[in-house]
């Protein structure tokens, strides 16, 4: 908002700022900015100068601070600092470098700019900027391009090649077809070729792969921060050969025979991979062996460049702190042998950073007046600001604080982070005798007058000397109402995952299961085509042409078991096809059965929202997604139906499900219903009673809470006045299901994550469920019940968009190594958190935890796993919810329902053991919270890993985006089969036809029966003379 620009030049000691800064008399302190208002303050001091930094003491306040500035400017970045520790991961989760990447290019472009980081993202050692400009790949329709360069230069700038784009950071050729999806890009580009003239460019949707618009040109940047030619990769080679010599003998000069040998093996290693152009190889831990053209990050920036440096002590601290676990933890490493001595020269040190600093034009802003020892300031400056109440919900402290500005003749702005919400607050005041008005001027509001306005600030601050006060929504609130980023639309929510390889199983509908042996080209009546080769039993193979391609899918059935092949001319598909589909046909006929029982079953219809229903709704402390108010608002529709619901609400794991049920409840319970919420675990129950306690705490709502924690007493209580209806919502595992436990009206059955309950607990579920409404919850849902909700069974809702203030997992695929494990655990205890060790074996679970204290001697150590008793286990997980417990090493009894925000670092050993939705679902105990989260997938040192196990840690790497549970559900549901649909058997016939025929089958089937019409399938087949293949170049 450009208008809060303008106020602040009457400030005390603005202007004296602004004088000094003209002057270049820098670097420079200003004491007496609140957090509050240091933003304003910032942006207003620099608003003339091109390009802006903003240096803080953690990433979390730094992206705090990001989206404060997006309130003045609109190109705002934060860039991360790199974690030096872990640099020497087989794989990394790559939306770090897409973060850098995206700020990089902006500052190459020239463009007007704020960043916002943190000191120790300066100790990098870059490539000069020149470097990554002369690496633009330039693009424009009509102009000539040669294939081998764009190839190459493609492969030397980071770009991963894949036989069709699905992630940033990939490319692929195709002939005459060019895609690239770059780091910084929200879609990739498809560059199209005639001959070697460039015809067209289009943008198109990945998910879709359908054209978004035609452009005319287009620039592609690096995907990697790092490119060397190959004389600098030869020489860097020759440096790290006789570094790793002379390091080796001195290593067994000191008898460390073990460890000479680890260094061998481990520098060799990253050598060979080198020489081989390996995928995801990590060469940033090298380059000071292969360039000595380096750059530092404030080399990018303009000489101009404003740097402002928040709270300099707790910033300079933040700084010397990395820097000494980068010291301590080299030390060990070059000491243990997984190092070189010249890679500790890869780090720009405090006093580099701190001289370049005193040297730029600096600003550095205190709330007190402290000295700052590291810089010595050329002026000191004073300013005058407030910070404004927290209210937390109390709106009539807040009415009497806003009657007092008006009558001190204050201007007052107040900001709230959606239009509705606006518009609503300030409704809700002039109930109060406040006369609010919202608008969407820039402007600032005169004497007395109270202006609303959709914006976001963390929070606001008062200006005495100008008679103005600005209050956020999350003063009135008491917590962030976080600014949603724009999303695009998504298109259809499932990816192609698997794209075709040479060797894959696929299924042509007319000859049935084979295996793909690539494009081949056949002369046929003197005429040349592309044919889809596929190989059969008894040795004879099939062409396709390539244009008959939607005959053929891929084969998708059981992880790691190969089909049965047909054979060509044998009558086994066509008896096989006709046997699926007669099954088919009685599973479809079931299916209808369900489908028409449930919609002419006569349930109770609830009432419209009440204002109450509004004012519960207009408390939740977060900015919801998209998705969340498309699912709120779906089953909000459900209940006021006559129709019984039945709805699915599938969404990671703190994606918003349990605020959906919340909702669900609030409305139930105001029309005199009882709601009952069913959980797997006595844990969950607890947290969920928690949550639900003191989301209910304002208003005339009783929860309760039934199991094993409860004592015998309190569970007869609960029950009594569960029957005379004196309990709203009751809260339990499967106690709830007991025949002691009556409901004097019972209206709504939550369940959460229902496919852990065993058959007979499914049962009492079933016979629960009749004539009420059901809404159930689950992160990665088994696929039956996904299988279910994608023919039209029940209802589902899919919650695929993150929360705006959580935070990926940075994820580190890597050989097992102590040292790394001791750095991962101290590094996260370091920070008051706690740490997960997964070790899927109880028979050594318990030597795994005394080799894990041996290495963190320090650290608080404790075993969870299924054959303990349920009270142990219970005891166990109870004192490490609280805090009491730092590393939980547990077999993967923890992989639903946990709710930890404090434990942000997991270990996984011998991960490639693991499933794909497994391995998710253990991944998503962490990354609960705003704090940077990591996952260490390890496996065993010098193991060679099978193909699918690498698949899957391949597969875990790409999708550190958030909201991909639903992906991997769909993508179990292709490897494992939909399970018991109504009595069909699973691995029977949809392993005889594969996946995606089966599917169209029963969807068929199920449409006839509805008396749809079946669109009948006819083939044009238009035969013209001429050559017709892909040239190889």
């Avoid at 605020?659 to 969920?688: M, N, Y």
């Avoid at 997992?809 to 060790?837: K, P």
Wanted: hydrophobic share 40%; aromatic share 10%.
């Amino acid at each position: 908002m450009k208008a809060l620009y303008g106020l602040i030049e009457g400030l005390y000691g603005y202007s004296e700022t602004k004088y000094h800064m003209g002057k270049g008399h820098m670097p420079m302190q200003i004491n007496g900015c609140s957090e509050s208002q240091f933003v304003h303050f910032v942006m207003s001091i620099s608003k003339d100068v091109k390009q802006r930094i903003i240096i803080t003491h953690s990433e979390k306040r730094a992206r705090q601070i990001a989206e404060d500035a997006l309130y003045f400017e609109d190109n705002v970045h934060v860039y991360p600092a790199k974690d030096f520790i872990f640099y020497n991961a087989d794989i990394h989760g790559n939306l770090l470098l897409k973060e850098r990447m995206k700020a990089l290019r902006s500052l190459i472009r020239g463009e007007s700019i704020t960043i916002v980081t943190t000191m120790d993202a300066f100790m990098d050692k870059l490539l000069p900027a020149e470097r990554l400009k002369s690496s633009i790949l330039s693009f424009e329709v009509g102009g000539e391009v040669d294939l081998d360069e764009v190839r190459s230069i493609l492969v030397r700038t980071g770009y991963e090649f894949n036989s069709q784009v699905e992630d940033k950071g990939q490319c692929a050729i195709r002939g005459s077809i060019i895609d690239i999806f770059p780091l910084e890009s929200d879609n990739p580009y498809r560059i199209d070729l005639w001959d070697t003239e460039i015809d067209n460019i289009k943008v198109f949707d990945v998910s879709t792969q359908r054209t978004i618009e035609n452009i005319k040109e287009v620039q592609i940047y690096p995907a990697t921060e790092y490119m060397y030619t190959p004389d600098e990769i030869q020489a860097g080679v020759k440096k790290i050969e006789a570094e790793l010599k002379k390091t080796y003998n001195t290593l067994r000069d000191e008898l460390k025979t073990e460890q000479a040998h680890r260094l061998k093996v481990t520098i060799k290693e990253f050598l060979e991979l080198l020489d081989l152009d390996a995928k995801g190889i990590n060469k940033d831990a090298f380059v000071n062996y292969f360039t000595n053209e380096t750059s530092n990050f404030f080399d990018y920036f303009d000489d101009d460049a404003i740097i402002c440096v928040e709270e300099p002590a707790r910033s300079f601290e933040h700084l010397n702190v990395v820097w000494e676990e980068f010291l301590d933890s080299s030390k060990h490493r070059l000491d243990d042998g997984y190092m070189l001595p010249g890679q500790m020269k890869n780090l720009y040190t405090p006093s580099d950073i701190i001289s370049i600093l005193s040297k730029r034009k600096s600003l550095f802003f205190t709330a007190l007046d402290q000295k700052i020892n590291e810089i010595k300031c050329k002026q000191k400056i004073n300013v005058e600001t407030n910070n404004t109440v927290v209210y937390n919900n109390d709106y009539e402290m807040l009415i009497r604080d806003i009657e007092f500005y008006k009558r001190q003749k204050y201007g007052i702005m107040i900001l709230s982070a959606s239009k509705t919400r606006a518009e609503r607050l300030a409704g809700n005041l002039r109930e109060y005798d406040i006369n609010a008005f919202y608008t969407e001027d820039d402007r600032i509001p005169a004497a007395g007058e109270i202006m609303v306005r959709y914006g976001n600030l963390h929070r606001g601050f008062v200006y005495p000397s100008l008679k103005f006060v600005l209050i956020s929504q999350n003063d009135i609130y008491g917590t962030v109402k976080k600014k949603k980023r724009h999303r695009k639309a998504s298109g259809d929510v499932i990816t192609d995952f698997g794209s075709l390889n040479i060797g894959d199983y696929v299924v042509h509908e007319s000859y049935g299961i084979g295996v793909y042996r690539g494009i081949v080209k056949a002369e046929v009546k003197g005429i040349i085509k592309d044919y889809i080769k596929i190989d059969y039993d008894g040795g004879s193979s099939l062409h396709v042409l390539a244009s008959d391609l939607d005959q053929v899918a891929k084969y998708s059935g059981a992880e790691g078991v190969a089909p049965k092949l047909n054979k060509i001319g044998g009558q086994e598909w066509s008896k096989t096809r006709s046997r699926v589909k007669s099954a088919v046909k009685d599973i479809a006929a079931d299916l209808i059965k369900l489908y028409a029982a449930r919609e002419n079953s006569e349930g109770f219809a609830f009432s419209e929202d009440t204002l109450w229903q509004k004012e519960f709704e207009e408390m939740f402390p977060y900015e919801e997604t998209d998705d969340q108010l498309n699912a709120i608002d779906a089953v909000k529709s459900d209940m006021e139906s006559k129709k019984t619901m039945d709805r699915l609400i599938c969404g990671d794991v703190g994606y918003g499900k349990t605020e959906v049920a919340i909702r669900a409840a609030f409305k139930a319970v105001q029309d005199g219903k009882q709601v009952v919420f069913l959980v797997p675990t006595t844990i969950l129950a607890s947290q969920h009673y928690n949550t639900f306690a003191s989301r209910f705490k304002d208003f005339p709502v009783r929860v309760d809470e039934l199991s094993r924690f409860r004592t015998k007493k309190q569970v007869e209580n609960t029950l009594a006045d569960l029957k005379k209806g004196f309990v709203d919502i009751l809260i339990g595992t499967h106690r709830v299901l007991s025949k002691d436990v009556k409901f004097k009206d019972l209206g709504l059955l939550i369940i959460d994550e229902e496919q852990r309950f065993g058959v007979k607990h499914k049962e009492k579920i079933k016979e629960l469920k009749n004539n009420i409404d059901v809404l159930c919850l689950s992160a990665t849902p088994i696929p039956r019940t996904l299988h279910m909700s994608m023919i039209g069974i029940r209802d589902m809702s899919v919650l695929s968009e993150p929360p705006v203030d959580r935070m990926p997992v940075q994820t580190f695929v890597m050989e097992y190594n102590d040292e790394m494990v001791r750095e991962a655990i101290n590094r996260e205890l370091s920070r008051n958190g706690q740490v997960y060790y997964v070790h899927n074996r109880v028979n050594n679970i318990e030597d795994i935890a005394s080799k894990l204290q041996k290495l963190v001697p320090d650290a608080n150590i404790a075993i969870a796993h299924g054959r303990m008793s349920e009270r142990m286990l219970e005891s166990v997980m109870y004192d490490f919810m609280n805090g009491d417990i730092d590393v939980l090493v547990s077999t993967t009894i923890i992989e639903t329902g946990l709710d930890i925000s404090n434990v942000n670092t997991m270990i996984i050993q011998d991960a490639d053991r693991f499933g794909l939705s497994q391995l998710y679902q253990l991944k998503g105990r962490v990354g609960r919270s705003n704090r940077t989260s990591y996952a260490f997938l390890m496996y065993k040192r010098n193991k060679i890993l099978k193909e699918v196990a690498e698949k899957r840690l391949q597969a875990i790497k790409d999708f550190t985006e958030l909201g991909s549970g639903f992906k991997i559900a769909k993508r179990d549901l292709e490897i494992r089969g939909a399970g018991n649909v109504l009595g069909a058997e699973q691995h029977g016939h949809m392993e005889a036809v594969g996946y995606d025929l089966y599917c169209k089958m029963l969807n068929q089937a199920v449409a006839m029966f509805k008396g749809l019409e079946i669109p009948s399938e006819f083939e044009t087949s238009i035969d013209i003379p001429i050559d017709a293949y892909i040239p190889k170049k």
